[in-house]
């Protein structure tokens, strides 16, 4: 039976990985802070949770153990946390580490935390340049990708078979930050239009992370030092984003569809971009990949799973509506006070 150690598996790469590897036959250990963050499924599945400080290198070492046929890290974010997988990548027959396509940079320097927004030739493939790599705060805009940069030279000019994984907009089941949610919770809220930014076109590419998953399995039984894209086969618009739920939900709302001139306020979402952000997946399929699904496909349990935690059916924690993060994205006054005007014969557009 091969064995896999996955660093910070408890999260949602790692438990849909998990799921993946368990459902091939293989032994799973899983390292993480908490014990309950382990999904009852994969445990009972077979799945071992290793307790493990990310930057503790012996209990890093001890979760390795004797070897491993796989390694995937899925919280490495700069070049000291890449440094210490260092000595226990000789005991791994594949590692993979979790990038992200935040690395990349159009012809003008910009990349998608700037503040002027990136506009890429094309798909994007792994040659395109990235940012120069730094350090500093990991979680900052600017930091983010420098540090992941850093981070992915520190194993690759290690000289061992590392896969560096890039994946874009990710989702699924037991995301920390559902994007997704921002719809969901619309429908649930019985709300009867649907506000978007730009007409809805902003395109800027999903991975499921089952898809993740998928390839992480192909890389496993192929080991070689690369660097992989790792997206939906299929590339959504927020508009389509916003239609699939919606369908899945069985739910009907009026498309308030808005122009460029129009109130900032309204129509915001995760997946703005005045230029489409595509990642080119053509390097994974020719090493044998087949994706798990579509987004619509892939979609589907993240919505069901945020459906069951809002109606308390099964335990998490969701967002409120005046979250940092989702607040602007749900404001219903400014909507509503919209829509008055739309009725009354404003004229607002």
Same mark, same amino acid.
């Given at each position: ?34 014990? +309950? ?23 890093? *070492?001890?979760?390795?153990?004797? =070897? ?8 490495? @974010? ?23 396509? /935040? ?5 003008? =320097? ?39 940069? &850093? ?21 699924? /089941? ?7 949610? %921002? ?18 076109? #902003?395109?800027?590419?999903?991975? *499921? *992370?089952?898809?993740? +998953? ?20 299929? /590339? ?5 984003? &916003? ?37 080119? %997946?053509? +390097?994974?399929?020719?090493?044998? @990949?087949?994706?798990? #699904?579509? @987004?619509? +496909? ?21 967002? =409120? ?16 006070? @919209?829509?008055? /005007? ?8």
């Amino acid at each position: 039976m091969p064995r896999s150690v996955i660093i910070g598996g408890t999260g949602l790469i790692g438990r849909a990985t998990a799921r993946r590897l368990l459902a091939a036959g293989w032994e799973v250990d899983l390292t993480g802070r908490d014990p +309950a963050h382990l999904p009852a499924d994969v445990a009972a599945d077979g799945a071992r949770f290793v307790a493990a400080e990310r930057d503790d290198p012996a209990q890093l *070492a001890a979760a390795l153990g004797d =070897g491993a046929d796989l390694l995937v890290d899925c919280i490495c @974010y700069t070049a000291d946390d890449a440094a210490l997988l260092l000595p226990m990548l000789g005991e791994a027959g594949s590692t993979v580490m979790i990038s992200s396509k /935040a690395v990349y940079a159009d012809a003008a =320097g910009h990349h998608t935390n700037s503040d002027t927004a990136p506009r890429f030739d094309g798909p994007i493939r792994e040659t395109q340049p990235t940012m120069a790599p730094g350090g500093g705060d990991h979680m900052s805009r600017e930091g983010y990708g420098a540090n992941k940069v &850093a981070a992915e030279q520190v194993l690759l000019d290690s000289g061992h078979p590392v896969t560096v994984v890039r994946p874009s907009k990710i989702h699924g /089941a037991g995301a920390a930050r559902a994007r997704e949610w %921002m719809f969901v919770k619309r429908v649930l809220d019985r709300r009867p239009a649907v506000f978007l930014a730009h007409r809805g076109a #902003g395109v800027d590419h999903t991975t *499921a *992370a089952a898809n993740i +998953a998928a390839l992480i399995e192909v890389v496993a039984a192929k080991p070689g030092r690369r660097i992989l894209n790792s997206a939906d086969p299929d /590339a959504p618009s927020a508009l389509e984003i &916003a239609r699939t739920i919606a369908r899945q939900l069985g739910h009907r709302w009026d498309e308030v569809l808005l122009d460029d001139d129009a109130d900032q306020a309204l129509g915001r979402h995760p997946w703005e971009a005045p230029h489409p952000i595509v990642l080119d %997946m053509t +390097a994974a399929i020719d090493l044998g @990949y087949t994706p798990a #699904g579509d @987004y619509a +496909a892939t979609v589907a349990e993240e919505v069901e799973w945020l459906v069951a935690v809002a109606s308390g059916a099964e335990a998490g924690a969701l967002p =409120g509506a005046d979250d940092d993060f989702f607040g602007p994205l749900l404001d219903y006054t400014a909507e509503d006070r @919209y829509l008055a /005007a739309v009725a009354g014969g404003g004229g607002v557009r």
